[in-house]
């Protein structure tokens, strides 16, 4: 079976309480989540899906690298047996996402996980954007039409007033003076 989930610190049960709040009173906050790989930020993200699901809230997971993807992948689907969730990232045959974008579209995939492609899926009931490892400049698309994947969550959630979630292991400087400042 699957090894239990590691129990959140007392400052990731801090986030976790402040973020979920935010989640059930739709408040376009915005969280800095920095913690080095393996301190179980993951884990966090996860409960956090949970609490938009339970709130009858889709949720959008963002990741910078699609080589992450198939691993968090089964990861997330062993976490939410019976929950739509799709991939939506550049790898996928033209079927296959306009089908993901469909699913996510009509509000029947719950989750949407993908890299910076996945920031543009329309989300009628969005309730929460993670952006793992925000700082990656694979967020950043430099051809055809230039865009931060980053930048773009963080507008989506403000305009949609839900709460984004940016973690990192080493937070870009923007984010980490824009959380010193108290803007997060």
């Known amino acids: 079976g699957e090894a239990a989930a590691p129990e959140p610190t007392p400052e990731q049960e801090a986030a976790l309480a402040a973020i979920t709040e935010a989640i059930r009173a739709r408040r376009g906050d915005r969280f800095l989540l920095h913690g080095v790989t393996g301190s179980g930020k993951t884990e966090v993200y996860l409960r956090l899906i949970?609490?938009?699901l339970a709130a009858g809230r889709q949720a959008l997971y963002l990741v910078p690298e699609i080589g992450l993807t198939p691993q968090l992948e089964s990861r997330v689907r062993e976490r939410f047996p019976g929950v739509a969730i799709v991939a939506a990232?550049?790898?996928l045959g033209e079927g296959e996402r306009a089908a993901a974008w469909l699913a996510a579209?009509?509000?029947r995939a719950r989750i949407v996980l993908g890299t910076r492609l996945a920031a543009l899926a329309p989300m009628p009931e969005l309730g929460l954007i993670v952006?793992?490892?925000e700082h990656d400049p694979s967020y950043k698309q430099h051809e055809g039409l230039r865009y931060s994947a980053r930048d773009v969550a963080v507008r989506r959630a403000q305009l949609a007033g839900i709460p984004v979630v940016l973690g990192s292991a080493t937070?870009?400087?923007?984010?980490?003076h824009n959380a010193s400042q108290g803007r997060y």
């Open 171 to 176: 937070p870009s400087l923007e984010s980490w």
């Open 105 to 107: 579209q009509s509000g």
């Open 50 to 52: 949970a609490d938009a």
């Open 131 to 133: 952006v793992d490892e």
């Open 89 to 91: 990232h550049s790898h």
